[in-house]
């Protein structure tokens, strides 16, 4: 199944994540810099249309009207296509699947996906409220649900249902903290978990504990795609947009349905995967949203690489490590890298071309993959975002 | 993740009459901040009718009473109350009284990361209400018990309350 032109992935390159000492603007300078240094055979000509992915420029930077603003920050006047994504913690990954539809289309030839968070603000209680506002604000969110609270309700659900414990919980996070400490970009590059330290780590919401949640992070990342043809110009791995999926079916917290069973998931799962005529069992490895490790775990298996209910023991066996079934999350995942909410799908994305074209380090090097895929939940998990991407080996 | 494209959500609404006024409760002691909060940081809605078409669900908030809209033509029940029916587009709605009295499905509590102006509160517990004969669950704040003492299917009744500046608002009290 096709849905347009070919559409190829040729390169990219994230900032630091972190609490960084930097605007929205120099993020979005350092970004399209890095990409450039990353990509050299691109030029600021060659770059016809540009998708930003920012989740909430307005709450955390007062900056509206990012679009054209971060296209002057990385020195590019886009000609054919220009607009921002929003998708609270998808909005990266928006991006891609925009310009991915903009090349296939024939509307562009050449289009960067840039994506941009500042999260780490004056007054975190602020920001903790702009978190809450991307759940229904009024019916939801004046009750104070955030996401850890909403995350820890499906890990109790789990818990009770399955029977998956804290030790399971804390399984991804140490794998994923420890695939981070290969990644210099990293929030927690320098940082090291094991799962007896995570275990005494405080409780945000029970649950879960601080490791079990990923932070705020400030960071940017930027990949470039091209149409099929206009590929090889620009790298000798490129990497082909080979399916896509998305689903959305609820909004307010009152309409969820079960909180363990992501049906959404395995909507846009099941989509992505029919469109690249693949199955979860041709996949090398993964890049997941763990925005909580009750997620990765709960991904697991509407992804279809486990049973309902075996999420719990498909880490703790190994499965989802190098060596295993499928990897997950070999850049550090969002526990270990941080999620800056626009950046994280496209640094997902930096990983799955960096892992290809073989260079990432050893620690974390998939051997010989050949099939990735993408996944952001955003929200309460009501909206999946899911992308397969098909190596040239 | 709700089964909407699997099975029918959406059930004929049945529903139980209204619960009688529960018991008069201690108020929660209120600690809010002194100063309003700006507007675009206040979660809480404008409820009167210069600001929204839902004032009704206030009003009868006032009252004690938990309501929502039910659709004339085809009877969807929705939450939140709506103005015009998510099912058949027509805006010919009537509201109607939801049950009070539900058990939890799921629960947690904030002990650090609350939102501006509930920073004081902490911890809270917020929770998922199972509700007989409707389509959907309710979520909101659980108080009457410390987080570390409730538990799932633990009954629970929701309640009005005031906050600093008159408005109205809903959340679940313990029972029992
Ligand atoms: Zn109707």
Redesign the pocket.
């Known amino acids: 199944m096709s849905f347009g032109r070919g559409v190829a992935l040729v390169g990219g390159a994230t900032t630091k994540f972190g609490v960084r000492a930097a605007t929205w603007a120099e993020l979005a300078q350092e970004a399209g810099g890095a990409l450039f240094r990353a990509v050299p055979a691109l030029t600021r000509a060659d770059v016809d249309s540009l998708f930003v992915g920012a989740a909430e420029p307005e709450r955390f930077a007062f900056q509206s009207h990012v679009a054209p603003f971060a296209a002057e920050q990385m020195g590019l006047a886009p000609r054919r296509v220009i607009q921002r994504t929003e998708l609270a913690c998808a909005s990266g990954q928006s991006a891609i699947r925009s310009a991915y539809a903009a090349i296939a289309s024939g509307l562009s030839d050449v289009a960067v996906a840039v994506g941009v968070e500042k999260m780490n603000i004056p007054s975190m209680a602020e920001a903790n409220t702009s978190m809450g506002c991307v759940m229904d604000r009024a019916w939801d969110g004046a009750h104070g649900a955030t996401a850890p609270p909403f995350f820890a309700m499906v890990a109790q659900r789990h818990q009770l249902e399955y029977g998956t414990s804290d030790d399971a919980l804390a399984a991804v996070s140490e794998k994923n903290h420890r695939f981070a400490n290969s990644n210099p970009n990293a929030q927690f590059f320098d940082k090291t978990f094991d799962r007896a330290k995570l275990g005494r780590l405080p409780v945000v919401a029970p649950p879960l504990r601080l490791g079990d949640c990923s932070s705020m992070t400030d960071g940017a990342a930027a990949v470039v795609l091209v149409a099929d043809e206009l590929a090889t110009k620009y790298t000798k791995t490129p990497v082909r947009v080979a399916g896509t999926g998305q689903y959305a079916d609820f909004h307010n917290l009152a309409n969820a349905g079960s909180l363990t069973d992501w049906v959404g998931l395995r909507h846009a799962a099941g989509e992505a995967f029919r469109s690249a005529g693949i199955g979860p069992k041709d996949l090398d490895f993964a890049e997941m949203h763990d925005c909580f490790t009750i997620s990765e775990i709960v991904e697991y298996e509407a992804i279809g690489l486990c049973p309902p209910g075996a999420g719990g023991q498909y880490v703790l066996d190994g499965r989802s490590s190098l060596g295993g079934d499928v990897v997950v999350n070999t850049r550090g995942g969002l526990l270990g890298c941080g999620h800056p909410l626009g950046a994280t799908g496209i640094a997902q994305a930096v990983e799955v071309f960096d892992q290809f074209e073989g260079r990432v380090p050893a620690a974390r090097q998939v051997p010989d993959p050949h099939w990735a895929l993408v996944h952001n939940l955003s929200g309460s998990a009501n909206v999946h975002s899911v992308m397969i991407y098909e190596g040239a080996s | 993740m709700a089964g909407s494209s699997e099975a029918p959500r959406r059930r004929a609404a049945v529903l139980a009459p209204p619960e009688p006024a529960p018991p008069k409760s201690e108020p929660e002691p209120v600690k809010k901040p002194a100063a309003p909060l700006p507007f675009l940081l206040d979660f809480f809605p404008l409820e009167d009718e210069k600001n929204t078409r839902l004032a009704a669900f206030f009003r009868n908030l006032k009252e004690g009473r938990l309501t929502t809209t039910k ?1 004339r ?2 009877g ?1 029940l929705a939450w939140p109350p709506r103005v015009v ?1 998510p ?2 587009h ?1 805006a010919d709605l009537d509201w109607v009284d939801l049950p009070m009295v539900g058990r939890i499905y799921a629960f947690s509590a904030v002990l650090m990361g609350a939102p501006l102006g509930m920073e004081s509160e902490v911890p809270f517990v917020v929770g998922l209400v199972d509700i007989p004969d409707v389509p959907f669950r309710l979520f909101g704040r659980i108080v009457g018990t410390p987080w570390e003492q409730c538990h799932v299917g633990q009954k629970v009744r929701a309640e009005p309350y005031e906050l600093p500046d008159g408005r109205v608002f809903y959340r679940f009290r313990t029972v029992g």
């Open positions: 659709c033509s085809d969807t029916c099912q058949c027509q």
